[in-house]
């Protein structure tokens, strides 16, 4: 029996808040057990020099503080990306701050990036190197909400982790900081890209590999705004883009009384949504530049449907709080049983199928 199905009823006895707190004490105590079936090799993806397990991410936002990489690469996953953090500390928005719609099996959250700073998680990573912690772990950065110069902080939380995140995602989609996705808009992107790269390249001399940097975007975004990001991406050169983050829409889809909470919608009411912009980014950048397929995935079969649009990985986080960490073994699961039925052999071979 699935040991979260018992845990559940307590869990959801609290706030989501403080559920997601007595989760991440239990999985640094050791007390979540650990995944140790061998993923099958026809999950195996290769890419920007690393080699990716299975393809099944854990998204940003669960382990803000860098605290748990290890324990949940430990339940199966793929690769974990670690984050948002911000150069300073900061509480993040009033309590509460994140909302179960459980009619909808989708989350409302307003967190606004809280988290302990850039140092703290800076040396939990750096821990990790020192102990040769195996398995891929990405760093997610963002601004703090009263920056003066957002795109600084940007450039700060980057070189400040060098080589200690196998790869950095940079987060200008969150809802919940005011003005941050304005950083998607032309220009605004590509100066941030333009300062990002420069600090990367500087860089070079202490790093044999240059970590790929990735750009984390919303999905409420007009066509002129998805060319204008993909045009950007592909003039620097950018190793990848994760599509998506929250949405502030879909609300009159919803049965939840609590629809109408600000903040970013995630879960499966994302799913078709979050999809159908991944798809428009694999077209808008002629499947050059590698995609990550967020949002509302809570089975092998969307995890598949996202990579036939185009994604090379895929993410999920809002799915565990109704199905538990062993989710990420049947998605695996069914994920291989739709490769084979397709006559597919590895993962690749998938990516972007739809369009072809």
Request: neutral net charge; glycine residues 10%.
């Amino acid at each position: 029996m699935d040991l979260y199905s018992l845990a559940k009823p307590l869990f959801f006895a609290f706030s989501p808040e403080t559920a997601h707190g007595l989760s991440i004490k239990l999985l640094k105590a050791g007390l979540v057990p650990s995944s140790h079936e061998k993923d099958d090799d026809a999950l195996r993806v290769k890419l920007w020099g690393l080699e990716f397990p299975n393809p099944v991410g854990l998204a940003a936002g669960f382990d803000k503080n860098a605290e748990v990489a290890d324990a949940m690469l430990a339940q199966g996953f793929g690769f974990v990306e670690t984050g948002t953090v911000t150069p300073r500390p900061q509480p993040g928005n009033e309590k509460p701050r994140i909302f179960r719609l459980e009619e909808d099996q989708a989350v409302i959250n307003r967190l606004g990036f809280n988290n302990r700073g850039l140092e703290a998680y800076a040396i939990r990573l750096a821990r990790r190197r020192e102990l040769d912690k195996r398995g891929i772990v990405g760093a997610n950065i963002g601004a703090n909400k009263d920056s003066e110069d957002p795109i600084q902080d940007y450039v700060t939380g980057l070189d400040r982790l060098l080589g200690l995140a196998d790869y950095f995602t940079v987060n200008i989609s969150s809802p919940n900081t005011p003005g941050l996705r304005k950083l998607q808009g032309r220009a605004a992107l590509d100066e941030l890209l333009s300062r990002l790269l420069e600090t990367r390249e500087a860089a070079t001399s202490r790093f044999r590999i240059m970590p790929p940097l990735l750009v984390k975007i919303a999905p409420d975004l007009d066509e002129n705004e998805k060319r204008d990001i993909a045009e950007i991406i592909v003039k620097h050169n950018i190793d990848g883009l994760i599509v998506s983050n929250t949405t502030v829409g879909l609300r009159d889809t919803l049965q939840s009384s609590q629809r109408e909470e600000s903040g970013g919608l995630s879960g499966q009411p994302l799913f078709d949504f979050s999809t159908g912009v991944l798809a428009d980014m694999y077209r808008l950048t002629e499947g050059k530049v590698p995609l990550v397929g967020v949002g509302g995935i809570s089975n092998g079969r969307q995890a598949y449907e996202k990579i036939r649009a185009g994604a090379s990985l895929v993410q999920l986080y809002s799915a565990l709080v109704y199905h538990g960490p062993g989710l990420v073994r049947s998605i695996k699961k069914e994920l291989r049983d739709c490769l084979y039925e397709d006559g597919y052999s590895e993962i690749s071979q998938a990516v972007g199928a739809a369009h072809k």
